[in-house]
């Protein structure tokens, strides 16, 4: 193995709950082969002997898995290749044909990304775990692959999941009614599954953009972002469609579209959820972050459930709906983690598929989607800050809040305000709620706000506005705020 100084490893590229870099300066086929080699020896120090790899439609994806799998294989642990899959397949073969995975995916990251979802022991990994695979590839990477070399090689197996994926969720879901829906894959790597399996559920299906190309030429492959979706829109007003899906680049993100236009954010999604699942496990926990509608909170509760705000993140979601053996979890962000019937990880096609299951009980799903509870609300917002800024910025703002909070002067006193410091500073009042949080995969602030009326939203957007430019004065946001 060719030696690797710790000034190659970019120390940023090591987040919260992935590795995640731009191709091939902060990431590359090194990097790839030293994180193989770590991972190994975490695997088997947990007696895990086989490990799972796949990749998104990323143009560096082959490059990659070529360089993790031998750092695997180095390091002593068999490998299964699973090919192009979306991540929640990768997740998939981490719970069905061993308990360890990695997945090569940039998720919805501008192209020139790539980077590393990872599956340890039936855990995903993330935070201090991921920091100690940072650790070990900083050592010495010629002695690493001394005490590697001593090892018998990895075996490799390729193996094709699509058949037993698809045959999976087409057995758990079933369609009351045929649907003719739209599907956008924005190019991703769904677009070479998810169109088929919603076709083996019954559907008929018009597709957008399925042709897996990692240069996604036609729109960024992120259903969070309202620009993103202008496609699917337009489809839906020209065709007879009455239903759009959109997915992000590694298929584990939802988005969904209504047949006159209107987006149904995952908050207002996990109420449909959360009402099927509840029916099924009464008293359950569900678990969601706190970009959430405080709408959400209330309607839990009153179906029976145990509502559960917690920190955004993937893995952080996982391993809370874990440990309160929770059936049902979800993000803002489109993350959707059904454990009742399914695994517990997110999976964009199988969220679509429980959602078409729910839908077509009724004769429209419209109809249904847009009578579920509302209100005057932005997407997310960012707030771009230099690297390493935005925690200090949430740590100042929270100092400052619970100083006013102490005293009644937190903006909008009369709506009796709550501080919330699960995840960086959400304010609640009876009218609305506004966020602030740090990013923890890319230097921005997060921000939110929600309103039940537009004059709440304002209010609330303005308040929470001026209480960020008092700890960072050029703060502006970017993307439409209403």
Excluded at 23 to 39: H, I, M, R, Y
Excluded at 268 to 287: E, H, T, Y
Excluded at 335 to 354: C, N, P, S, V
């Amino acid at each position: 193995m060719r030696s690797m100084t710790t000034d190659l490893i970019d120390a940023t590229i090591f987040k919260a709950y992935d590795i995640r870099g731009v191709f091939p300066t902060s990431l590359n086929s090194q990097v790839a082969k030293s994180l193989g080699l770590a991972f190994a020896k975490a695997a088997l120090s947990l007696d895990q002997r086989t490990v799972a790899v796949g990749r998104d439609g990323r143009l560096s994806g082959q490059e990659l898995s070529e360089a993790l799998i031998e750092g695997l294989r180095v390091g002593g642990v068999d490998v299964i290749d699973v090919g192009m899959v979306t991540t929640p397949m990768l997740y998939f073969a981490a719970h069905t044909l061993c308990e360890s995975g990695i997945q090569i995916t940039g998720s919805h990251n501008p192209k020139d990304y790539n980077g590393f979802k990872m599956v340890l022991a039936g855990k995903a990994i993330y935070g201090d775990e991921i920091l100690s695979l940072y650790q070990e590839m900083k050592q010495d990477a010629s002695s690493s692959a001394d005490k590697a070399s001593d090892k018998v090689k990895g075996s490799l197996t390729h193996i094709d999941l699509l058949a037993e994926y698809s045959n999976r969720i087409t057995g758990d879901t079933a369609l009351k009614r045929k649907m003719k829906i739209i599907v956008d894959c924005g190019n991703g790597v769904a677009g070479a599954s998810a169109p088929a399996i919603f076709r083996a559920l019954g559907c008929e299906v018009i597709e957008l953009f399925s042709e897996v190309d990692g240069n996604f030429p036609n729109h960024h492959p992120d259903p969070s972002k309202p620009e993103n979706l202008k496609d699917l829109i337009h489809a839906l007003k020209t065709t007879d469609a009455e239903l759009g899906l959109a997915f992000d680049g590694d298929g584990d993100r939802l988005g969904v579209v209504t047949k006159d236009g209107q987006t149904i954010y995952p908050d207002r999604q996990m109420l449909l959820f959360a009402k099927d699942v509840l029916s099924r496990v009464p008293g359950g926990s569900i678990v969601f972050d706190v970009k959430c509608s405080q709408q959400l909170a209330p309607a839990v509760k009153a179906m029976g459930g145990n509502p559960v705000m917690f920190k955004t993140g993937h893995s952080l979601i996982k391993a809370q709906m874990k440990k309160l053996d929770s059936p049902l979890g979800g993000e803002m962000s489109g993350h959707i983690f059904f454990k009742e019937r399914w695994y517990g990880f997110d999976d964009g096609t199988y969220a679509g598929a429980r959602l078409l299951e729910i839908l077509s009980q009724s004769p429209n799903s419209s109809d249904v989607l847009n009578s579920l509870p509302t209100s005057f609300s932005t997407p997310e917002l960012n707030v771009p800050c230099k690297e390493g800024e935005p925690h200090k910025i949430t740590k100042n703002l929270l100092d400052i809040a619970r100083a006013k909070s102490s005293t009644n002067e937190l903006p909008g006193s009369q709506h009796n305000p709550i501080l919330c410091d699960v995840d960086g500073l959400r304010i609640d009042w009876e009218d609305g709620f506004g966020l602030i949080r740090a990013s923890n995969t890319t230097p921005v602030l997060v921000l939110r706000f929600e309103g039940q009326t537009s004059e709440a939203l304002t209010r609330i957007e303005h308040d929470m506005m001026e209480l960020l430019r008092s700890v960072k004065p050029d703060a502006t946001f970017q993307g439409s705020a209403h």
